[in-house]
């Protein structure tokens, strides 16, 4: 059984796989401990992590949140928390291992029109179950690969998997290519969604040690207080609850091989001397341990952030600064390559295509609406439009595919408030149009109040729309309330 500190780890570790559910979503959803400190991220703007909280006001609201309702949340399956105007909240579910010991929360935000009340409270348990179900056994760490959908101790990809002729990118590969026949450290800098753990694996996989295990940790998805017993193991009687024989962590599981640090630049201050210490030494100490043990690994590095600016702050140790950073690889974001995009698109659509399939070659409409974004989630932002793209129209999808697979997404041209704007006025104008302009019957296919469609409607020029409102009040004219007029989606 997973009980205390073991469970949050454990859901930590898994809640990377929910964060790739979410990813190009409004959802915004929060991992936290018993404290009410969030221990992962996922959505908004703020993307997956533990240390982004500034970049939205969603986060902001979470954190006034939780602590607050700790006590409350322990004898409840959800809770709901209203934060803001118009409904918004937070639906926030206890984290229990299956003897009914809270060991966290999870959070999900309710927004107007993106997460009403009740599916956020829905979303909230359904989470709280599937993390408190990760496997990771009674102070037992669960597999240090697993700690993201696709990581195992075995590199997958290869140079050939790696797509793309602009110059920025072709001096990349260049410089990965040259990595892979020396042994030393390499950074690589880019934005999320650039790929930087396939030019990892492909430098393990051409180096000569691509025939040892290539262990993959994320070091922002893990816990503060478990990132030291994961990378360098833990002994017999370390804490309360350790494997009787011990654990081995990262290093030593990666030893032969390569270990892929993942968002080095969340680990924290104090921890990174550790980390300094063991690329020195190569040798690691078990956490509750003396005795070094040797270990032989080659390190790639990853983030997302500049480090030398991270030092220049104190973020970030200047010395382990130049340990990681002796092959230095900057991956280009996908808006500074657009000429790739066809040739992404094209192998997409073909790993997309069923076998035996021949998918078409992506038209000229079609290259003019993915050139004119700005992909802020990079090469994984487009792979996902081109899966939905084949989700709505098989092989072969045709330009409407793609433009509904696109959406008004924050990456869709110059001005991405007015494209949203337009795409949720068609969208509720369609709506009208199908109930030939009955608030009601529109208001109960959107699963959102009456009221809450009159301020959508007043609020994207469509009030004057004329056409029936059904049984009950014009609520929008005589501002009445009545007892089945709540504030916020259902």
């Known amino acids: ?24 979503t409004p959802v915004v959803i929060v991992l936290a401990d018993r404290r009410g400190r969030v221990v992962c991220q996922a959505g908004g ?18 954190v006034r949140v939780l602590p607050r309702v700790l006590g ?14 118009e409904g918004a909240g937070w639906a926030v579910a206890a984290l229990r291992d299956p003897g009914g010991e809270v060991a ?93 753990e396939l030019f990892a694996q492909a430098i393990h996989r051409a180096s000569r040690r691509g025939g040892g295990p290539f262990v993959a940790i994320n070091c922002a998805a893990i816990p503060r207080e478990l990132i ?8 017999a ?47 690691v100490v078990r956490v509750g341990s003396r005795t070094p043990v040797p270990v032989d690994v080659r390190v790639i590095a990853a983030t997302n952030r500049n480090l030398e600016q991270e030092v220049r702050r104190g973020r970030f140790r200047l010395d382990l600064f130049f340990r990681l950073n002796v092959i230095h690889i900057v991956l280009p974001p996908l808006r500074e390559r657009r000429e790739d995009i066809p040739l992404l698109v094209r192998h997409f659509l073909a790993g997309f295509a069923p076998p035996g399939a021949l998918p ?33 129209g098989g092989p072969n999808p045709s330009p409407d595919d793609f433009r509904l697979a696109l959406g008004a997404g924050p990456g869709a041209g110059p001005s991405p408030e007015a494209g949203q704007r337009e795409s949720e006025r068609e969208r509720l104008r369609a709506v009208l149009e199908a109930t030939g302009g009955n608030r009601v019957r529109a208001a109960a296919l959107l699963g959102i109040a ?28 005589r501002r009445v309330r009545r007892p089945d007029d709540v504030t916020g989606g259902r």
């Not at 059984?1 to 190009?24: H, I, S, T």
């Not at 409350?72 to 105007?85: D, F, I, Q, S, Y």
């Not at 390569?258 to 190569?282: K, N, S, Y």
């Open 72 to 85: 409350e949340v322990e004898n409840r399956t959800a809770l709901w928390v209203e934060v803001g105007p």
């Open 104 to 196: 966290g929360v999870v959070g999900v935000q309710g927004r107007d029109g993106v997460t009403g009340r009740a599916t956020a409270m829905c979303l909230a348990g359904i989470a709280a179950r599937a993390l408190a179900a990760v496997p990771g056994g009674a102070g037992a760490a669960a597999p240090v690969a697993a700690t993201r959908p696709g990581r195992g101790a075995a590199a997958r990809y290869t140079f050939d998997d790696l797509v793309g002729r602009s110059p920025a990118f072709l001096r990349a590969v260049g410089l990965a290519r040259a990595a892979s026949r020396v042994e030393a450290n390499v950074l690589l800098e880019g934005e999320s969604g650039t790929g930087k």
């Open 360 to 392: 078409s070659e992506p038209g000229p409409e079609v290259a003019a609406a993915l050139a004119a974004r700005d992909w802020p989630g990079n090469v994984r932002e487009l792979r996902n439009v081109v899966e939905r793209a084949v989700l709505l």
């Open 45 to 62: 703007e703020g993307g997956v992590g533990t240390r982004s909280l500034h970049l939205d006001p969603a986060w902001e609201s979470v």
């Open 228 to 235: 030291a017993s994961e990378l360098f193991g833990y002994a």
């Open 450 to 477: 009456r009221s809450t469609l009159y301020r959508r409607m007043s609020r994207l020029g469509l009030a004057g729309e004329a056409g029936p409102r059904g049984p009950g009040v014009d609520f929008a004219a």
């Open 237 to 283: 009687g370390a804490f309360t609850g350790a494997r009787p024989g011990g654990n081995p962590g990262a290093f030593e599981a990666a030893s032969g091989g390569t270990l892929f640090l993942d968002e080095v630049g969340e680990m924290p201050v104090d921890l990174q001397a550790a980390l300094l210490r063991v690329l020195e030494e190569r040798a």
């Open 1 to 24: 059984m997973v009980r205390g500190g073991d469970l949050l780890g454990a859901a930590a570790r898994g809640f990377a796989q929910l964060a790739e559910v979410v990813w190009g």
